[in-house]
């Protein structure tokens, strides 16, 4: 069964950091593009980051660049999501997805995304 496990979400003061982890079991991620997506309340979700299959290539929304990373690490089956300078509007509960390809561009439009995590939350506050 394929599997994906966020982690390292939590409480943080605003200009804090944070890093999120993606575990995959049942399937090998090296094939994949992996993206960061997020939710708040009354909200639709997002797209936050993604990267390609080779992690060659890296997409950004506009609200995070400059301030959020993604990487992989494909002999761990794990990709992470490096978050600096966080505000209180990255307050949200944030997803890893996965869709098969070996393109060398990704997409962070959630209807591309076929395999889903069952969310982190990440809470921004004073």
């Known amino acids: 069964q394929l599997q994906l496990v966020e982690s390292g979400g939590g409480l943080v003061q605003p200009g804090g950091s944070l890093r999120l982890s993606c575990a995959a079991s049942?399937?090998?991620?090296?094939?994949?593009?992996i993206g960061w997506f997020r939710q708040a309340p009354g909200k639709e979700r997002e797209g936050v980051s993604c990267?390609?299959?080779?992690?060659?290539?890296?997409n950004y929304a506009d609200s995070v660049k400059g301030r959020f990373t993604i990487s992989r690490d494909n002999a761990k089956n794990a990709v992470y999501l490096q978050m600096n300078g966080l505000k209180p509007e990255d307050t949200a509960v944030y997803y890893c997805?996965?869709?098969?390809?070996?393109?060398?561009?990704?997409?962070?439009?959630?209807?591309?995304?076929?395999?889903w995590g069952q969310g982190s939350q990440v809470t921004v506050s004073s």
């Open positions: 049942g399937f090998t991620l090296n094939y994949y593009a």
């Open positions: 990267i390609t299959s080779s992690g060659g290539t890296t």
């Open positions: 997805a996965a869709y098969w390809s070996t393109r060398s561009y990704c997409s962070i439009d959630v209807a591309r995304y076929g395999h």
